[in-house]
């Protein structure tokens, strides 16, 4: 019989090393099997020459060293979050491997070794080995927040207590293509006015600068009285062109910086609780938007709380995580009423009813979900009805922007060619 040397993975995920007395490979890898371990590689081992205790200590130090060395691979410095596409990708993977019985140390071992150079490469590189130190898996994602949020950290860990880590992770994986589909149509929805209104504003930049000042020196040429349409256009004209006396700084640089400043503007008054307040709050009252926000922030908290609840989260904590990913403060602060309620043995629907923030249905079908115990698949039903409303509140919003854009670029331009035309009839009357 040969001596065959092994590395394997115990249970609980750790590399295992030694030898076995086995007549073939087959029968190594049967005889390590048998002892509760998965060999991730047999080779037969070689007839060394002796060399003294010597020997025999650089073989260990030289194994010492490679060892540590393995230790302090890590990961790399790297700038950024993690994509969203990527990390649902990696967890639909990562169930895939858990639900085929492979250790989870060498799930994330393979999944790391198959990611691009990267921000998610490296993170995952920590990750595997913060679990191969011994952390928990929950444990060593929460070290990692630029790619693992509060909700998946939570949801991981009671994958991890119910020892259903696989199904946990299958559901988290569903919730997030919901999640990124929700949020690629209401992108979607509002690209064509924002592409519409960036090329207005370029071209009415190009005629201010260029068109309108020509009409304005055949009009001084002739002593036409301008009318106060044309008075203001030109005066709008000069105020692009930077040529109004005193102005220091041309307009134009206003009107092509505007927009990022203004969206900056907001995502910094977002980020003060004051700020969050008061926009979050006019956004729900505005005409049109203030529907599909409102229908999309029930669609997300609703399936955000009951992926949580059906994973086995503690609902006192299911609802503040919810609470803090539902992306709008109105509904934040509902929940902590619903919180506060919950905890003091009330029922989950008065609070959220009180707060007027979702519709007479919802709360009735959270009532119904909170008498009979089956809260978790009544708000999945919830969360899936109002993503339909969304898809037809976003079509209904498309299909009416389109014709509101066309209204306000012809108006755009038809106020310039009447403020032009106006002082040419005027020159034509005088000729006569």
């Known amino acids: 019989m040969a001596t065959y040397v092994y590395q394997a993975l115990n249970a609980a995920g750790k590399t295992q090393k030694g030898t076995v007395e086995a007549a073939s490979s087959e029968d190594a890898i049967q005889r390590i099997k048998s002892q509760g371990y998965f060999p991730t590689s047999v080779q037969p081992q070689k007839?060394?020459?002796?060399?003294?205790?010597?020997?025999?200590?650089?073989?260990?130090a030289a194994a010492s060293a490679k060892k540590k060395k393995k230790k302090k691979k890590g990961g790399g410095f790297s700038i950024g979050g993690v994509s969203p596409k990527y990390l649902t990708l990696f967890t639909r993977q990562l169930s895939t491997l858990q639900d085929a019985g492979l250790p989870l140390l060498r799930s994330l071992q393979i999944l790391e070794s198959?990611?691009?150079?990267?921000?998610?490469?490296?993170?995952?590189?920590?990750?595997?080995?913060?679990?191969?130190?011994?952390?928990?898996?929950?444990?060593?994602?929460?070290?990692?927040?630029?790619?693992?949020?509060?909700?998946?950290?939570?949801?991981?860990?009671?994958?991890?207590i119910g020892g259903v880590l696989d199904i946990i992770l299958q559901r988290l994986s569903e919730f997030m293509e919901k999640s990124e589909k929700l949020k690629r149509k209401i992108k979607g929805a509002m690209v064509y006015p924002i592409v519409v209104v960036l090329i207005a504003l370029i071209i009415l930049t190009g005629i201010m600068l260029l068109i309108i000042p020509q009409f304005e020196a055949i009009f001084a040429d002739f002593g036409v009285e301008l009318p106060a349409l044309t008075l203001w256009l030109v005066n709008t004209s000069s105020w692009v062109a930077g040529t109004t006396p005193g102005?220091?700084?041309?307009?134009?640089?206003?009107?092509?910086?505007?927009?990022?400043?203004?969206?900056?503007?907001?995502?910094?008054?977002?980020?003060?609780?004051?700020?969050?307040?008061?926009?979050?709050?006019?956004?729900?009252?505005?005409?049109?938007?203030?529907?599909?926000?409102?229908?999309t922030t029930i669609a997300r908290f609703t399936r955000t709380l009951g992926t949580l609840i059906s994973a086995g989260v503690p609902i006192l904590e299911a609802v503040t995580i919810t609470g803090q990913t539902s992306g709008n403060y109105v509904f934040e602060k509902a929940l902590r009423k619903v919180h506060?309620?919950?905890?003091?043995?009330?029922?989950?629907?008065?609070?959220?009813?009180?707060?007027k923030t979702c519709d007479a249905i919802v709360v009735n079908m959270i009532d119904v979900g909170e008498e009979t115990g089956d809260m978790d698949s009544m708000l999945m039903k919830i969360a899936d009805n109002y993503d339909e409303e969304v898809d037809v509140a976003v079509e209904s919003l498309v299909s009416l922007l389109e014709p509101i854009m066309v209204v306000l670029l012809g108006g755009m331009v038809g106020t310039i060619v009447v403020a032009m035309f106006l002082p040419m009839v005027k020159m034509i009357e005088s000729l006569q």
């Open 47 to 60: 007839e060394k020459k002796a060399k003294g205790a010597k020997g025999g200590a650089e073989v260990a």
């Open 114 to 160: 198959q990611q691009k150079p990267g921000v998610l490469k490296n993170v995952l590189q920590n990750v595997t080995e913060e679990v191969e130190g011994g952390s928990s898996l929950s444990e060593a994602m929460a070290k990692q927040p630029k790619a693992f949020d509060h909700l998946y950290v939570k949801m991981v860990n009671a994958g991890e």
């Open 247 to 295: 102005q220091e700084v041309p307009g134009w640089i206003f009107v092509l910086l505007g927009p990022p400043a203004v969206f900056f503007g907001v995502k910094l008054i977002r980020k003060t609780t004051p700020g969050k307040a008061v926009f979050d709050t006019l956004l729900l009252w505005t005409p049109i938007f203030g529907t599909l926000v409102r229908k």
């Open 340 to 355: 506060d309620s919950i905890r003091e043995g009330e029922t989950f629907a008065d609070p959220l009813r009180e707060s």
